[in-house]
């Protein structure tokens, strides 16, 4: 029987180009993971699965992990489009946490291991929060905040900007598994907001 994620894929047979196919490509990509994991991922399976060939996913990727690592960064820590927009600080980044949180989830961890030892030279962290994309994240977050009156200018500095992520990376990474709800609410609640409330 075939999963929504097949029949998603699969019903992109038309030619594509641009960034409609590169969505399907790291669409397939993550599909792949889930079902085959990292070490049985193959360039033919991700073409087959994307509906593309393997000399399209070549030219734009030279490599297993560099096609990997593309979907990767697609979804972790937030795609831009994505970036929530509730109404209010907490609820925002609570939101930003929680997408963070389910998007590294959906990577198998073991992917993410023999990915660290393909490409060589890169650190978990790194792999998995390249340099700016929380910072972006965050700086549009709380902008909003201070458009709303929540907070004050002046309270944001580098370091609060990117704390709540430091936090939840930290999390991440020392226990090598997804953040509970209960952990999230923690860092929101008891260490983040006091630091920017008004």
Not at 132 to 146: H, P
Request: aromatic share 4%; net charge negative.
């Amino acid at each position: 029987m075939k999963t929504s994620d097949d029949q998603l894929v699969e019903s992109t047979k038309t030619r594509r180009r641009g960034k409609e196919l590169e969505i399907a490509i790291l669409k397939a990509v993550q599909v792949e993971l889930s079902t085959v994991g990292y070490s049985n991922l193959t360039m033919e399976g991700v073409a087959e699965r994307s509906g593309t060939s393997k000399a399209v996913l070549y030219r734009r990727w030279p490599n297993r992990a560099e096609l990997v690592l593309a979907a990767i960064h697609a979804r972790v820590p937030l795609p831009l489009e994505e970036v929530p927009d509730t109404g209010n600080l907490r609820d925002d980044v609570l939101s930003v946490l929680r997408s963070m949180n389910k998007n590294i989830s959906e990577i198998v961890w073991d992917a993410l291991f023999g990915l660290m030892a393909d490409i060589g030279n890169i650190s978990l962290a790194e792999l998995l929060f390249p340099n700016g994309r929380q910072n972006r994240t965050m700086t549009i977050v709380l902008q909003r905040a201070v458009d709303r009156g929540e907070i004050r200018p002046d309270a944001i500095n580098s370091r609060i900007l990117i704390l709540p992520i430091d936090l939840a990376r930290h999390e991440i990474l020392l226990y090598s598994k997804p953040m509970s709800e209960e952990t999230i609410v923690e860092i929101v609640d008891e260490v983040f907001l006091p630091l920017v409330a008004k």
